[in-house]
C-alpha cells in the first residue's frame, strides 16, 4: 500500500512556474513507476508524466513536453513536477500516482493521492 499526499498548487498568471511535491508513505517507494495526471472540469483525466523506478527515464504528455519536468527522489519518498511557461489550459486538478506498470492510462496506476488544484490566469 502506499499513500500519496500532492501538495504546491495555487493560482498563477500565464508563464508564471509552480513546482508540485507529492509524499508517498508505505513501504518499496522506489519500486513504483510514479506519474502524474490531471482532470480539468468537464474532461476526462489526462496523463501528464511518468517517471521510472530510477528517476532514469520520463515520459510526457504531447501537451506538456518541453514545459513540464517530472523527477523523483527515493531516499525521500518524493515525486515533483516542475511546470514552467503555464498556460490557461493548464488549469486543472493534478494528481499524484503510483503503479506497477510502465503504461500511462489510468489503469496503469493503482494508488491515487487526493489532487492539488492548479488554476493559470490569462
Known amino acids: 500500500q502506499v499513500q500519496l499526499v500532492e501538495s504546491g498548487g495555487g493560482l498563477v498568471q500565464a508563464g508564471a512556474s509552480l513546482r508540485l511535491s507529492c509524499a508517498a508513505s508505505?513501504?518499496?517507494?522506489?519500486?513504483?513507476?510514479m506519474g502524474w495526471f490531471r482532470q480539468a472540469p468537464g474532461k476526462e483525466r489526462e496523463f501528464v508524466a511518468r517517471v521510472s523506478r530510477s528517476g532514469g527515464s520520463t515520459y510526457y504528455g504531447d501537451s506538456v513536453k518541453g514545459r513540464f519536468t517530472i523527477s523523483r527522489a527515493n531516499a525521500e519518498n518524493m515525486v515533483y513536477l516542475q511546470m514552467n511557461n503555464l498556460k490557461s489550459e493548464d488549469t486543472a486538478v493534478y494528481y499524484c500516482a503510483a503503479g506497477r506498470t510502465t503504461g500511462i492510462g489510468t489503469n496503469n496506476f493503482d494508488y491515487w493521492g487526493q489532487g492539488t488544484q492548479v488554476t493559470v490566469s490569462s
Open positions: 508505505g513501504r518499496a517507494f522506489s519500486t513504483y513507476v
